[in-house]
C-alpha cells in the first residue's frame, strides 16, 4: 500500500490497486458512467463528440469505458474504435471477433491443447441421465 495524490482531485489516499483516483471520485465516476450509460440506451445514434460534451466526460474516458467493454455501441451508432491488432471497426472491446478467435487458437496452441474449445463440448447425449433397466 501506498500513499499517492488523486489525478482527479488531488487529495492525498492509500492506494492499493486499479485507477489512480480517491474513492470519492471513483464513486463519481460510477455515477457518470451510470449516467452515461443510461443516455447511450436513450440516445443509440449519438456521436462521440454529441455524447462527450452532454453529458460532460472526456472522450478519452468514454473511449477507456469502450476499451474496457463497459460500454457497448449498435452497429447503426457512429461510434466506434479499431481493433488494437488488424484496424477494424468495433465498437467495444479491444480486438474485433476474427482477432480474438486468432488470439484463442495460438494460446491455446501454445498452452498444448490440442482441441479448440469450441470442439470440447460434449455432444448433447452424453450429458444426458441413463437409465438401467
Request: glycine share 6%; net charge positive.
Amino acid at each position: 500500500m501506498e500513499i499517492i495524490t488523486c489525478k482527479r482531485c488531488g487529495k492525498i489516499f492509500n492506494y492499493v490497486q486499479g485507477d489512480r483516483i480517491c474513492s470519492q471520485c471513483t464513486k463519481e465516476m460510477d455515477e457518470k458512467f451510470a449516467e452515461v450509460k443510461k443516455f447511450v440506451r436513450e440516445n443509440p445514434k449519438v456521436d462521440i463528440n454529441v455524447l462527450s460534451s452532454e453529458m460532460e466526460v472526456s472522450i478519452r474516458q468514454i473511449k477507456r469505458w469502450i476499451r474496457e467493454e463497459r460500454l457497448c455501441f449498435t452497429d447503426e451508432s457512429p461510434i466506434g474504435l479499431n481493433c488494437e491488432n488488424c484496424g477494424t471497426t468495433i465498437k467495444t472491446g479491444r480486438y474485433c471477433k476474427a482477432c480474438k478467435d486468432q488470439l484463442t487458437t495460438r494460446l491455446q496452441g501454445a498452452a498444448g491443447t490440442k482441441e479448440p474449445a469450441a470442439a470440447k463440448k460434449k455432444s448433447s447425449t452424453e450429458n444426458k441421465m441413463r437409465f438401467l433397466t
